[in-house]
């Protein structure tokens, strides 16, 4: 994975890369999805894993991933971990996923299997 910034608008010259690798501690190297979280910090949802690499500007940290599908996770303002699975949303709970069914999705779940 590789992450970039600039600090000015001057173009290429002021290009600060980094390449992150699974030796960086990352929980896999190649990635589904990439979100920037409103605190900063860089989260990855990786390809063949259950964790996702959360990288806060100093360290790595890894988390579980959801127990299904590959949707991008969110990080909310509150600081709280979301994604969206077919059974509802999803929140990440210090260490596991919580899984918050709504009415309106579990009908029509149900009405696609009949």
Not at 46 to 75: D, F, M
Request: charge should be neutral.
């Amino acid at each position: 994975m590789c992450l970039t910034a600039t600090t000015s608008a001057q173009g290429p010259r002021d290009l600060n890369m980094r390449i992150f690798k699974l030796a960086d501690g990352l929980a896999e190297s190649a990635c589904i999805s990439v979100t920037v979280a409103p605190q900063g910090q860089v989260l990855v949802r990786h390809t063949g894993t259950a964790g996702i690499s959360e990288l806060n500007g100093y360290s790595i940290n890894v988390l579980p991933a959801p127990g299904e599908g590959n949707s991008r996770i969110y990080g909310s303002p509150a600081g709280q971990l979301w994604t969206v699975s077919r059974k509802g949303l999803e929140e990440y709970k210090g260490i596991d996923w919580l899984l918050h069914r709504s009415e309106e999705h579990t009908s029509e779940l149900q009405s696609l299997r009949h």
